[in-house]
Each structure stands twice: as C-alpha cells, then as structure tokens.
C-alpha cells in the first residue's frame, strides 16, 4: 500500500518531500519555515516527524513518530545507548510504518513534508527507509538534501557532502534537490564561490589544487572525476530557513520534479 492508496478514493496527486542531512544541517527549521511559507501562499500542506530521537522540534509536526516510537523506551526495553536505540528506532519505524500510514490516510492533503532522524545514515542507509518511501509512494517523493555551509566551505568539505549526497541518492533513488543550507551565515564571497563549485567543476578542480596537499588531492580529484562522470553536478541552491529566503525556490524544484513545473497546487 502507498500513501496514495491510503487516501479516500485513492488520489493519486500526494507529493512528499523528505529533507535529509547530516546531523544539525538545519532539516527540522527548514521543514517548519518551508510549512508557514507554503501555509501563506494557500498551499496545503501537512508536516510529519520522522525522527524518533529529537528532543524537541522547531515546528508542531502533524504527525509524529515519536507517538508509536519512543527512544528512552527503547534504550530501556533493549538496554542499549543513545546511539544503539536510533538503529533499533530507525528498524522499527518500517514495523510501524503501517500504524502511521493509517493516521496519514486521515487527513486530506497533497503536499507533504517529512522530516528524517539526525543521523543521516539511519535514513539513507538502513533498509527500513526504503520501506518508509515506498510507504508513501516511490514514485510521488523526492528529496531535499541539505549541505551544511560549516562543513563545505573549503573544497575537500564541499566534495566530501556532495559525495554523501550523490550517495544517499543512489541509495534511495529518488530525484534530489541540492540545498546549501543556512546561507544566512555565508558572507555573499562565500556563498558565490560554494555555487559556483556546484555549477562550474573547473572552479572546483582549480581549488581543490590550489587548496590541499597532495595526497587528499588524489582522493579529491578522483571523487570529483566519479561525481562528474555520475552527472551530480548541475543545481544547488541557497537557503536561509532563518531569514525566510529560497523557500521559493524550492516550492518551484519541486513543482518540476513532480509535474514538470505546472503549479497544478494554486491553479
Ligand atoms: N543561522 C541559521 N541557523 C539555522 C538555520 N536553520 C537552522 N539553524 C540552526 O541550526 C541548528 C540545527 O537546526 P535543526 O533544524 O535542528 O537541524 P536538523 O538538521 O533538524 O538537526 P538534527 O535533527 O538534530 O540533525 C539550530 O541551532 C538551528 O537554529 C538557518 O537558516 N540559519
Ligand atoms: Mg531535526
């Protein structure tokens, strides 16, 4: 059963969006910017939580994984550390996948937003999330992946993230939209240089030759060659879920992934 076929009469028009990155790259702020926004230009919307361990959320989620899945709960029943109970958590989100889909059916919406755990390898790389996509419906979800600017702005950092992006895509197969996340706190050089990284690989090269010692230079050159030959080069995006700017745009990325750019929600 997918999300769709939850839904009275079987829509088929529900789109979600999950938001991925690593730990702190601001998901959940985005996820509760992203909902106001969508809120004040009369697109329905709903927000689900997804994270089982976050302790306390910038946004009133929805719907809420940590109402079937509670960490200390979990930490207790198996005996395990705070590191332990989010594997076990993330498995047993596919066994309550079924309980959530059946609140998620309740409600009449088309535009979905869902917020992943902290750490970014219990979404992208454990099987339940999979499940979890296949859940809502593969072919009606795409990504956000967000790239923390702390961790990207020298060239290393920057093709270490999109390497982890380029990897949580093919673990997930699902169309992606690249963000730079928090772009509040880049200064405009900044910000300029980390886009044109995305867009033009040459200026990546010529950093990253500039910028490492040799051996790193290698590893770098051969990721960025992968990356290149994989085609993960082509948009990124800036966002400031802070100072309210980009949220546009990525209504608008998403409207292409989905319909081919149609605003098929405001029309
Ligand atoms: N300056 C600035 N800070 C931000 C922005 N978005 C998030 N933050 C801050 O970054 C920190 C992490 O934000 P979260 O939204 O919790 O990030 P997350 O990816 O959900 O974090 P985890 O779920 O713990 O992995 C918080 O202190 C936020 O206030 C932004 O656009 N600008
Ligand atoms: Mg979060």
């Known amino acids: ?78 005996g395990l550390g705070p590191n332990g109970a989010q594997i076990v958590a993330a498995d047993l989100m596919a066994v309550n996948i079924d309980k959530m889909m059946r609140v998620f059916a309740e409600y009449s919406t088309d535009y979905v937003l869902i917020d992943t755990p902290g750490q970014l390898e219990l979404f992208a790389f454990r099987e339940s999330s999979g499940m979890t996509v296949d859940a809502f419906g593969r072919e009606d979800s795409m990504l956000v992946y967000l790239s923390d600017p702390s961790l990207c702005k020298t060239p290393n950092g920057f093709i270490s993230a999109m390497t982890l992006g380029a990897l949580v895509q093919f673990r997930l197969q699902l169309p992606m939209l690249n963000l730079l996340s928090k772009c509040d706190t880049l200064s405009d050089d900044d910000e300029q240089r980390m886009l044109d990284w995305y867009s033009e690989p040459d200026a990546l090269y010529g950093d990253l030759l500039d910028a490492d010692s040799v051996p790193q230079t290698v590893v770098g050159m051969e990721l960025f060659k992968a990356m290149e030959n994989t085609g993960v080069f082509g948009e990124i995006r800036s966002v400031s879920a802070q100072d309210e700017i980009g949220l546009e745009e990525i209504y608008a990325a998403s409207q292409l992934a989905f319909f081919g750019g149609e605003d098929t929600y405001r029309e």
Do not use: H, Q
């Open 1 to 78: 059963m997918t999300g769709s076929d939850y839904l009275v009469g079987g829509l088929s028009t529900v789109k979600n969006v999950f938001f991925v990155g690593t730990a702190g790259s601001g998901k959940s702020t985005l996820v509760g910017a992203y909902r106001r926004w969508l809120d004040s230009n009369g697109v329905d919307a709903i927000t689900i939580n997804m994270d089982p361990g976050a302790e306390t959320l910038p946004y009133d989620p929805d719907i809420d994984i940590r109402e079937w899945i509670n960490l200390g709960e979990v930490m207790e029943e198996y």
